[in-house]
């Protein structure tokens, strides 16, 4: 166990509808990372977070968004689904975000558009 | 753009063989880590190693920034190393990760 919970383990929604994935990083991590994992794409880096700021962008598209929240927790909204969304979407979380830090991965939330 | 390529893409063993994988990557990295996804899907982080060699029991990572390539050595295969070997390399003035394909790795009893 990571200590990095993601909420909802598996989620099934039709296109065009519009879900939000939860983390939550270990107690006293401050960044938050979360990933994509497609069949088509494989791994990408979306968007990373520090203490409530974003931190690095990557190949998040604008139908996506995310937020950090005061608490630490954070949510990645997807909208006007398509079914190339269809993925495993990954959080994970560090102390500070720094380069040569372990980034600690939750279990994930599989999302599938139908 | 900068790429990252591994090698092999599929590697079926026997237990308790040793093997080599093998991450080439296009562009001076700031950092390179090394990823196990098991067969359940969990993600865990085997190595940071911008360069130099790490070792962590039966696991060891080697990274030569100056002709850009890292290698990840799993000794005495066991059949819980299965899964896939991802490796990624951080570019901080791109501010993104950019991850390799990964090698399946199979271990037979």
């Known amino acids: 166990d990571s200590g990095v919970t993601q909420t909802p383990k598996h989620l099934i929604t039709a296109t065009g509808q519009r879900v939000t994935l939860r983390c939550s990083p270990r107690?006293?991590?401050?960044?938050v990372y979360w990933y994509q994992q497609s069949l088509d794409q494989g791994l990408q880096f979306l968007i990373q977070?520090?203490?409530?700021?974003?931190?690095a962008k990557g190949n998040i598209l604008e139908r996506f968004s995310a937020q950090q929240f005061p608490d630490l927790h954070s949510e990645l909204n997807l909208s006007s689904l398509e079914l190339g969304d269809s993925a495993l979407y990954f959080c994970a979380s560090s102390v500070v975000g720094a380069v040569q830090e372990t980034q600690y991965f939750g279990p994930g939330t599989r999302l599938l558009v139908l | 753009g900068i790429q990252v390529e591994q090698s092999p893409p599929d590697l079926i063993l026997q237990e308790g063989a040793n093997s080599t994988l093998r991450c080439n990557f296009s562009?001076?990295?700031?950092?390179l880590q090394w990823f196990h996804q098991n067969p359940w899907g969990q993600l865990i982080n085997l190595f940071y190693i911008p360069s130099g060699t790490k070792q962590n029991g039966r696991l060891s990572a080697t990274t030569v920034a100056t002709e850009r390539y890292s290698l990840l050595y799993i000794s005495s295969s066991q059949t819980t190393d299965s899964g896939v070997y991802f490796c990624?390399?951080?570019?901080?003035?791109?501010?993104?990760?950019?991850f390799g394909s990964g090698t399946r790795l199979s271990i037979r009893p």
């Open positions: 977070y520090y203490n409530g700021e974003e931190r």
């Open positions: 562009d001076s990295v700031n950092n």
């Open positions: 107690s006293g991590d401050l960044s």
């Open positions: 990624a390399a951080l570019y901080s003035s791109a501010s993104k990760i950019i």
